[in-house]
């Protein structure tokens, strides 16, 4: 009860300073520093127009994975909910740092927890096998980080943002810099071929910890790509448009079809979400203002459809204790809400009118036709690819027939409905009136593309 009231708090503390405070600036509001070990090291916090977005996604979900987990009393339920926490400071200290070391310590520091999390609470033998691929692949990445942390310092003796944004190096070490930030954070987009720890880490995950890796931890990438590259960057990112069509257009062709291949319902939401976490990266690099706009738009939306799909997916694991789609058919028969929920969020999953990501993929689309016809055609096929498996993966579990090992199962109780509703109203009330914070994201995404 204690961690789901701070976990509120802290959403209401970020919800209110977005609504009554925030003003339209690009410089840092703000700004704290923290002195640590005597005065010898000190740690600088601070928030602006693109932080408090990610802020305010990280304040929201995480009250729900703790009211997910308040009935349960599983063995070290209280050393879960301490990681938990962990997860929660490591991401509000990185989307809060001013410095770009911190910024590497708190991106580290979110590794630890969830191999835990993975490792020990996950479902099934093959958890630590996950839970190692998911450290591999996220050690190889930070270690391309620190190579660029430790060249930019070596030649501008500071790390600080504020102080690197007006970064001038000759431009062969722009462009290495460049590639090792990119690469670095694009493996927990993920892109392919480093996409495979990814849909491991979800089967095997609890149901709290695929929930806080599809709507969070994705997110961190999309933070740095903007707060590093495109402050740092700027010329160079233009220079690499081909590159990032190179690998995002086969990522999401590729994990379209593959999610018309999968048989586990969590893989089939991992696998979408490598498709709108790539078309996202394509909005961010090749539509202008209007595409970094629609990418920050699809990260909060993917944030609240993913968790409320992997909820659900939850939900039903803790009936039947299997996500195979062969097991099921018919469920809408026998539970009627929860197939209504399910349908609503692959409506939203598919970017159906009247849903935040439909304004973030139309964003993207916009940018897209204002660049280059061949890409927006294309784009608009995957998108197309995308409402084909949300329709073939909700008719292979809730119609047709009742299979014969399935008797008889209760639908959505109170607290679960509680959650699902709170992520149904709130992806609906941003796609109906997205003026919200449209605005501030506008004027932020202007001043991105133009400098």
Not at 224 to 244: D, K, S, T, V
Not at 262 to 274: F, N, T, W
Not at 384 to 399: E, P, R, S, V
């Amino acid at each position: 009860m204690f961690s789901l009231i701070i976990s509120i708090w802290f959403f209401l503390l970020s919800f209110t300073y977005f609504l009554l405070m925030f003003p339209f600036s690009i410089n840092y509001q703000f700004v704290y520093e923290i002195s640590l070990f005597y005065d010898l090291i000190y740690l600088i916090l601070g928030i602006d127009n693109l932080s408090i977005f990610f802020i305010i996604l990280v304040s929201f979900i995480m009250p729900f994975c703790f009211l997910y987990n308040f009935k349960n009393t599983f063995i070290l339920y209280k050393e879960f909910i301490f990681l938990l926490f962990i997860i929660e400071y490591a991401l509000f200290g990185l989307f809060l740092s001013v410095d770009l070391i911190w910024f590497f310590i708190f991106f580290e520091m979110l590794i630890l927890p969830f191999f835990f999390i993975i490792n020990i609470f996950g479902y099934r033998r093959r958890r630590n096998h996950a839970a190692s691929m998911f450290v591999f692949y996220t050690l190889f990445g930070s270690i391309l980080l620190l190579l660029g942390i430790i060249i930019i310092f070596s030649l501008t003796g500071t790390t600080d943002f504020r102080i690197l944004s007006n970064l001038d190096l000759k431009w062969n070490y722009q462009i290495f810099l460049w590639f090792c930030f990119f690469f670095g954070l694009s493996i927990k987009v993920p892109i392919i071929p480093a996409h495979i720890w990814l849909p491991e880490a979800h089967v095997e995950a609890p149901t709290v910890g695929s929930v806080i890796l599809a709507s969070l931890l994705l997110k961190v990438s999309f933070y740095g790509f903007i707060r590093i590259l495109f402050n740092f960057f700027p010329l160079i990112c233009l220079y690499m448009e081909p590159l990032i069509v190179l690998i995002c257009i086969p990522s999401v062709f590729w994990s379209s079809i593959v999610c018309l291949r999968q048989i586990d319902i969590k893989k089939i939401i991992a696998y979408s979400s490598v498709v709108h976490m790539n078309i996202s990266l394509i909005g961010l690099f090749l539509s202008g203002a209007y595409g970094i706009c629609g990418c920050i738009l699809l990260s909060i939306s993917h944030g609240f459809i993913s968790g409320g799909l992997f909820f659900l997916a939850g939900f039903i694991y803790d009936r039947f204790n299997t996500r195979n789609l062969l097991y099921f058919g018919g469920l809408c028969k026998i539970m009627p809400l929860m197939s209504f929920f399910f349908f609503v969020f692959l409506l939203a999953n598919s970017s159906f009118p009247g849903f935040l990501s439909f304004i973030g993929e139309l964003f993207v689309l916009i940018g897209l036709f204002e660049k280059t016809l061949v890409f927006f055609f294309f784009l608009s096929i995957f998108l197309i690819i995308g409402t084909i498996y949300c329709i073939w993966f909700y008719d292979h579990l809730f119609n047709g027939v009742i299979k014969e090992n399935i008797i008889s199962y209760y639908d959505i109780i109170r607290y679960e409905f509680f959650i699902i509703f709170v992520f149904i109203f709130i992806t609906l009330i941003t796609g109906l009136f997205p003026n919200i914070f449209l605005e501030k994201l506008l004027f932020l995404s202007f001043y991105l593309s133009i400098n």
